[in-house]
């Protein structure tokens, strides 16, 4: 079973920036589809960002302009570039794809805090 490990987080003031990585153990270029999730306290995990095997990206609104996923295939690792963050995106954030999300696999995540 591919397993995800999620890394980068901190704790940042608003305005900063981080770089989240997350290192797969299975080949990403079999993989149609990853993705960047993210889970606020008392709230359901929510979809940020995704990148095709094509290369092609989609972003939530919240994040468009200010959030860059990324992936290198030859480092079986996916990248999410946080610029100019805000109080709002303070989350634990996940790498995924969908056909792993409906099947129940979660890694650990990484905790991002953005303070005010």
């Known amino acids: 079973q591919v397993q995800l490990v999620e890394s980068g987080g901190g704790l940042v003031q608003a305005g900063g920036s981080l770089r989240l990585s997350c290192a797969a153990s299975g080949s990403i270029a079999s993989i149609n589809v990853m993705g960047w999730y993210r889970q606020a306290p008392g709230k359901q995990r929510e979809l940020v960002a995704t990148?095709?095997?094509?290369?092609?990206?989609n972003y939530a609104d919240f994040v468009k302009g200010r959030f860059t996923i990324s992936r290198d295939v030859a480092k079986n690792t996916v990248y999410l570039q946080m610029n100019s963050l805000k109080p709002e995106d303070t989350a634990v954030y996940y790498c995924n794809s969908p056909g792993l999300v409906i099947r129940g696999y979660w890694g650990q995540g990484t905790q991002v805090t953005v303070s005010s």
């Open positions: 990148v095709t095997s094509g290369g092609s990206t």
